[in-house]
């Protein structure tokens, strides 16, 4: 089935009762064995902690435009939390994929992606700074892959 994953489609298929909800917490299949994962829905998504990392998981018709990066290419907070990293400074140039924050939300540190090539224009926060869901903490001039 596919799914938004952090704004990315992605087929998301498991086989039949390979991931076990235990009320509190999901069990999962790895490669290594089983992983324990936290699921907190959120409006018409569900946020998912996972080794360490926070995914926004959504279904395609229904995903809002929001998430980690808007559709001008500003990146922005995908749930509330703290900044705790800040890697990219006004003037940089970025590629699609670079990471260019980090999000404390839910114990968990989230990267942040820039979704388009381009040059960073301002950097709204800092680290330490707490942040509201949505809101853009980094501007991204896009250049149509130019970087």
């Known amino acids: 089935m596919r799914y938004l994953v952090n704004g990315v489609e992605t087929d998301l298929a498991a086989p039949v009762g390979s991931v076990v909800n235990l ?3 999901l069990s999962v299949p790895t ?17 998912v902690s996972f080794q360490g990392r926070t995914f926004r998981v959504e279904r395609p018709g229904r995903a809002r435009a929001k998430g980690n990066a808007g559709s001008d290419g500003h990146v922005r907070a995908s749930m509330p939390g703290t900044v705790s990293e800040v890697l990219v400074e006004a003037g940089d ?3 699609a994929g670079n990471r260019v924050a980090v999000l404390e939300a ?10 388009a090539h381009g040059t960073v224009t301002e950097v709204c926060v800092a680290p ?3 942040v509201t869901e949505d809101q ?12």
């Open 93 to 95: 140039a970025v590629a």
């Open 136 to 147: 853009i903490l980094v501007r991204i001039e896009a250049d149509g892959g130019k970087v």
């Open 23 to 25: 009320g509190d917490r």
């Open 106 to 115: 839910m114990k968990t540190l989230q990267p942040l992606l820039a979704t």
């Open 31 to 47: 490669s290594t064995g089983r992983a324990s994962a936290l699921a907190l829905r959120q409006a018409d998504a569900v946020l």
């Open 128 to 130: 330490g700074d707490q």
